[in-house]
């Protein structure tokens, strides 16, 4: 039995029922629908009082019946740590290829202009420049 977890945004809390079993179904933002059964009904009174928008850590798990793998949440919880998890994974900085791109650009510019002053300049940088160079013109001629 394998637990995974999605984080979602209440849209909407509605009863429902299944096989005259009352269970509570939550409607995300995307319009998935997660619902609840009988094994969390003691946390329903506290997910009904949730406001739209609210973020939600919905656990799921899996059983076997009858051959047949389904898939239930197992546990909802509030998501601020989660989320605030996944916000700081988000926000933290990551450099993309244009920002490196300019970087080497630079770098290359500034040994060129010392090589042209006559500085000296260790080979491995020089070796490393040449390189740099060498790879932009082949990318640049592919057309």
Partial sequence: MTDNFNVIVIDRIEDDEYEGQSRLKIIDKSGQEWKLGKALIKKYDWVRKLPQGTALKVTMANFDKNGQTIEYVKD??????????????KLAPVKNLKDISIEAQVAVKSVVDLMINKQDVPSDIKDMTFEWIRKALVEATKW
């Fill in 76 to 89: 909802v919880e509030e998501a601020m740590g989660v989320l605030s998890e996944r916000v700081a994974e």
